[in-house]
Protein backbone atom coordinates (compact mmCIF):
# COMPACT_ATOMS: atom_id res chain seq x y z
CA UNK A 1 0.00 0.00 0.00
CA UNK A 2 2.85 2.76 0.45
CA UNK A 3 4.53 1.98 -3.00
CA UNK A 4 1.20 2.64 -4.09
CA UNK A 5 0.27 5.34 -2.28
CA UNK A 6 4.24 6.98 -3.23
CA UNK A 7 4.21 5.53 -6.74
CA UNK A 8 0.40 6.09 -7.96
CA UNK A 9 -0.73 8.79 -6.12
CA UNK A 10 2.04 10.72 -5.68
CA UNK A 11 1.80 11.64 -1.60
CA UNK A 12 4.28 12.24 0.91
CA UNK A 13 5.00 10.52 3.51
CA UNK A 14 3.40 13.12 5.73
CA UNK A 15 0.56 12.74 3.10
CA UNK A 16 0.31 8.94 4.15
CA UNK A 17 0.53 9.20 8.06
CA UNK A 18 -2.42 11.81 8.16
CA UNK A 19 -4.20 9.14 5.77
CA UNK A 20 -3.25 6.30 7.73
CA UNK A 21 -3.63 7.93 11.37
CA UNK A 22 0.36 7.27 11.91
CA UNK A 23 3.43 8.82 13.04
CA UNK A 24 5.17 10.05 9.85
CA UNK A 25 8.48 8.53 11.25
CA UNK A 26 6.43 5.34 11.25
CA UNK A 27 6.13 5.76 7.47
CA UNK A 28 9.54 6.63 7.11
CA UNK A 29 10.55 3.61 9.02
CA UNK A 30 8.51 1.18 6.73
CA UNK A 31 9.51 3.09 3.12
CA UNK A 32 12.94 3.04 4.10
CA UNK A 33 13.30 -0.80 4.93
CA UNK A 34 11.03 -1.66 2.03
CA UNK A 35 13.31 0.55 -0.50
CA UNK A 36 16.48 -1.27 0.75
CA UNK A 37 14.89 -4.71 0.94
CA UNK A 38 13.86 -3.98 -2.95
CA UNK A 39 17.40 -2.92 -3.36
CA UNK A 40 19.06 -5.52 -2.19
CA UNK A 41 17.12 -7.96 -3.80
CA UNK A 42 17.12 -6.81 -7.29
CA UNK A 43 20.91 -5.86 -6.85
CA UNK A 44 21.72 -9.40 -5.92
CA UNK A 45 19.74 -10.82 -9.11
CA UNK A 46 21.38 -8.69 -11.39
CA UNK A 47 24.68 -9.33 -10.06
CA UNK A 48 23.82 -12.87 -9.98
CA UNK A 49 23.19 -12.43 -13.70
CA UNK A 50 26.50 -10.64 -14.93
CA UNK A 51 26.02 -7.05 -13.85
CA UNK A 52 28.76 -4.86 -13.36
CA UNK A 53 27.57 -1.44 -13.91
CA UNK A 54 28.36 0.76 -11.07
CA UNK A 55 25.41 2.67 -11.09
CA UNK A 56 23.27 -0.11 -10.06
CA UNK A 57 20.84 1.76 -7.41
CA UNK A 58 20.08 4.92 -9.69
CA UNK A 59 19.06 2.20 -12.55
CA UNK A 60 16.69 0.13 -10.32
CA UNK A 61 15.40 3.25 -8.88
CA UNK A 62 15.00 4.76 -11.94
CA UNK A 63 13.35 1.87 -14.10
CA UNK A 64 10.96 0.93 -11.23
CA UNK A 65 8.60 3.64 -11.72
CA UNK A 66 7.24 2.94 -14.82
CA UNK A 67 7.22 -0.82 -13.55
CA UNK A 68 5.39 -0.28 -10.21
CA UNK A 69 2.92 2.04 -12.41
CA UNK A 70 1.78 -1.16 -13.68
CA UNK A 71 1.72 -3.31 -11.44
CA UNK A 72 -1.88 -4.71 -11.25
CA UNK A 73 -1.74 -4.93 -7.34
CA UNK A 74 -0.69 -1.16 -6.69
CA UNK A 75 -3.73 -0.29 -9.45
CA UNK A 76 -5.78 2.90 -8.11
CA UNK A 77 -8.60 0.31 -7.59
CA UNK A 78 -6.96 -1.82 -5.29
CA UNK A 79 -5.05 0.68 -3.59
CA UNK A 80 -8.89 1.96 -3.05
CA UNK A 81 -10.18 -1.59 -1.85
CA UNK A 82 -6.94 -2.21 0.82
CA UNK A 83 -8.01 1.21 2.39
CA UNK A 84 -11.49 0.22 2.92
CA UNK A 85 -10.16 -2.66 4.37
CA UNK A 86 -8.58 -0.48 6.65
CA UNK A 87 -11.91 1.86 6.81
CA UNK A 88 -10.16 4.70 5.05
CA UNK A 89 -10.98 6.61 1.74
CA UNK A 90 -8.50 8.70 -0.38
CA UNK A 91 -10.24 12.00 -1.88
CA UNK A 92 -7.12 11.18 -4.88
CA UNK A 93 -7.05 11.21 -8.19
CA UNK A 94 -4.26 8.75 -9.75
CA UNK A 95 -0.98 9.86 -11.39
CA UNK A 96 -1.40 7.08 -13.62
Same mark, same amino acid.
Not at 1 to 27: C, D, F, K, P, W
Not at 57 to 82: F, H, I, T, Y
Given at each position: ??? /? ?7 ? +? ?20 ? @? %? @?????? +??? #??? +? /??? /? %?? #???? !? ?5 ? !??? %?????? $? %?? #? $? ?16
Amino acid at each position: MLI /GLRVRYRLS +QREIANLLQVHEGTISRQTDKL @R %D @RCLERI +QQQ #LSD +Q /GWT /G %DE #LESL !VLKEMGA !VLL %DEPRLS $A %DR #L $AALLAARGKHANIAPNA
